[in-house]
């Protein structure tokens, strides 16, 4: 579409990124378009590292409800949502059939009828298999649970969005379901931690229910072999439309505020969120497409697990709570500490509350 427009990629692996991104913004030698994670916006944003990419020409009019904020930092667009994605839990139906508990409806489920149902699975199934993860490491269970409660992880104001008594409960749960071996030990959870998706106990078909971004469903669904079903997350009410449900941009796509070439960058980026030619290229990689005619144009090529996310999602939209905050500077630090903690956690070297407290005190800390 645009001949007079070179793009040249520069290719990498995903775990050098940011450190390779913070150093050429130091030089001043950032790339004109930068893939943009919502942990990352805020921090780059304020410096004043990014385009306000409403100075430019890109078109949003086609984004679904509630995207485009995804990108927003101050009141300036600093990344325009190259994908959605939310979170869902996964249901082996292998597993459930094994232990003889039907399919719930996760519409009216609440966290104690997941932590039974678990128990069911785990005491009628083999040594080794479980009924569900412990979720106290899953970052978005954790961010749902704050969100049932009108919490979240951070304020509008860019300070934190909880107190350590709104978390506690979250860990006491966590300890619950270990206890009662609704989910599996301390030793294999801590393990479970540390492997790469495709050798995990969700995987490996060890666990009834876990709990992932819904761009990963088809990663899981390849390694276990089933078609795993697609369920809401537990509510504290039983009512799904009290769920904290939300949608999450998958990545974003940024400029740098001191590209020489703002109309190329632009053009490209719209190209990128609304062409539907590059919406076939890349299908669901990055997350649903924002752009709701994009979407449209690739449904019918997309696989059968990519249909019933596109699904999961369309189903959940009428319920969906508020917009999260941006993450503010400083604030992707938070998954690390709370695994850390989760650590503590499982091994009995901090109680409930004492584990929120230090995440609590310690993300806050490391806000800037």
Known sequence: ENPDIKVQGEPGEFSGYWDKLATQVAASDAPDVIQMDDK??????????????????IDTGKFMDGTIDLGRVDGKLY??????????ILANPKVLADA???????????????????????????????????????????????????????SNEGGMGFEAGDLAPFFEYAKKIQETGAAPSAAETSEDMGKSLD?????????GFFQYWSNQVTAL???????????????????????GLWFKASMLWSASAQTE??????????????????????GTERGVPANTDVRKAIEADLSDVDKKVVAYMDDM???????????????????QVQQRMVQDLIFDRKDPM????ELHDEVQGNLR
């Open 79 to 88: 990344g325009i949502n190259a994908g959605i994605n939310t979170s869902v």
């Open 100 to 154: 003889g508990v039907e399919m719930p409806d996760s519409k009216t489920w609440t966290w104690d009828d997941l932590a039974e149902l678990a128990k069911q699975i785990t005491d009628n199934t083999e040594q080794g298999t479980y009924g569900m993860q412990n979720l106290a490491w899953i970052e978005p269970s954790l961010r749902g649970f704050l969100r049932q409660q009108g919490k979240d992880q951070y």
């Open 317 to 335: 939209q009428a319920d969906l709570g508020p917009t999260p905050a941006i993450i503010p500077a400083g604030g992707g630090t938070f998954q």
């Open 40 to 57: 990352y916006i805020a921090e780059y944003g304020q410096r004043g590292a990014l385009l306000d990419l409403e100075s430019v020409d």
């Open 221 to 243: 669904t390849r390694a276990t072999g089933e078609e795993l079903e697609l369920l809401r997350p537990p509510s504290q009410t039983g009512k799904s439309n009290e769920a």
């Open 354 to 357: 004492a584990a929120a407290q």
């Open 199 to 207: 050798q995990t106990m969700s995987a490996t078909n060890k666990l």
């Open 261 to 282: 070439h703002q109309e190329a960058a632009a053009k490209l980026i719209d190209f990128l969120a609304n062409s539907e030619e590059a919406g076939k290229i890349m």
